[in-house]
């Protein structure tokens, strides 16, 4: 069945070149009149396309590992497949591409030979230079790990279908700032700079995969696994550059949590309730950093948890397949799980009555005095605390077709599917516009 596939794929490149997969319609199109019959192979050859893996793999050379460990985590995150699946793709991708691993785990391409090999598998740190820029792929030069602009496709009737927006939520951030990974891979930044937390606006900034805004100071993913922090550091919270591997980032109140390639965790900044021993905790495939905790999602829907929990705000023990945690403040904690719907992290309280009505919920973000919710129709939904306590469903926007959103603490951000940015004060006090919400000039 492999070779029927790499023979499709390999005729595709041969007969019209690399550029054909830059257009989903037509290689789709090819691959059904090269494999009629491999549906389900060619379901999942599609799928890996219109994240972008071929270029990705293509350009890998030294980054191999890093590229080909954060596509299987893409794979299985976004089209909800098991990770068999996802290396049984990256495995056809690679042989077409040249690609291969020999028994002493030298990577190397096929027709350069063993004797050339590119990177060990147990590559040290030193093997990527911080200042060595990124590939580029394709005519647009995007950055190697940018992911192309989304399509909006509501779907329904797919459990697992809550990991659908998280690619791209990565892109975009906000606490009292806004913060975003433009299609070129810079990292544009808006709103009150007192600590320098905008200041992505540099050379070093670029090629960025994912951003993070914490308190007053914002971290970014570089396409290397690299990591770099500005702004406020009083706790070391922006004390990431001897970080390596990353694949995905998260900040809290004053301390970042980084996930490793191989699941492990590393963390810095504020350590007063035990929010950074998380050195121990293995096979985590997402984080979120609070205010004083850390949680981590397992491969499995269980989650980790690390911090202060003097008032039970953390219990999460009686939670299963849990897809993200939406983290306000203490006490006002939800969980997303993968059937779209939202549950209650830790005390009883009068949350579990307000979320009721949240059904088909594709991403969740949260700010101190409000929760939003990503339906799978695009449409955002509310549910704020400015002005009652038990919380009241906000009906002031009214945005279609979003793909992402980033809740910061006076104001959201929400990424539309044609490629734009839009943003909304949230506070009654309109003197708390610093300028946040300017963000619509981006190009995503």
Known sequence: MDDKIIDALTAIRDTYGDAVFYNLTTAKNILNDLAPTLRKERIQVVNFLEIGGYFQLKYAEKLYPIVRSRLSAQLMETFAVDESVAEWVLNVFSLVLGYNITDDGAVYRTEDGPSKPIIMKEHPASAVRRDEKSPYIGPERRPLMTVSRPKFAPQSGQPKQAYINRRFARRISADYHSVAVTRDGQAKSAGPNSEGQCHTNT??????????????????????????????????????????????????????????????????????????????????????????????????????????????????????????????????????????????????????????????????????????????????????????????????????????????????????????????????????????????????
């Open 203 to 444: 050379y070093d900034w670029r090629d960025m995969v994912a951003v993070s805004a914490g308190l007053q100071f914002t971290i970014g993913l570089r396409a290397d696994g690299t990591v770099l922090g500005v702004g406020r550091n009083d706790f070391g919270q922006t004390n990431v550059k001897d970080w390596t591997q990353i694949t995905e980032i998260s900040a809290g109140a004053r301390h970042t949590v980084g996930l490793r390639a191989d699941g492990s965790l590393l963390a810095c900044g504020q350590n007063r309730y035990g929010e950074c021993k998380i050195s121990h905790w293995r096979n985590v495939v997402h984080i979120v950093a609070g205010q004083n905790c850390t949680f981590g999602i397992k491969k499995d829907g269980r989650v980790l948890v690390a911090g202060n929990n003097r008032n039970g705000d953390l219990q999460v023990s009686h939670l299963e397949n849990v897809a993200d945690i939406g983290y306000g403040a203490p006490g006002r904690i939800i969980a997303l799980l993968q059937d779209g719907t939202i549950a209650r992290v830790g005390r009883e309280n009068h949350m579990r009555r307000n979320f009721s009505g949240w059904k088909n919920v594709r991403q969740i973000s949260a700010a101190p005095d409000y929760f939003a919710g990503l339906l799978e129709n695009g449409t955002v939904r509310l549910l704020a605390y400015f002005w009652e306590d038990s919380g009241v469903e906000a009906a002031t926007i009214d945005w279609r077709e979003i793909v992402a959103i980033a809740a910061g603490r006076h104001h959201i951000i929400g990424w539309k599917a044609n490629g734009s940015l839009t943003a909304a004060m949230l506070h009654p006090d309109i003197s708390r516009n610093k300028g946040q919400i300017n963000v619509s000039r981006w190009e995503m």
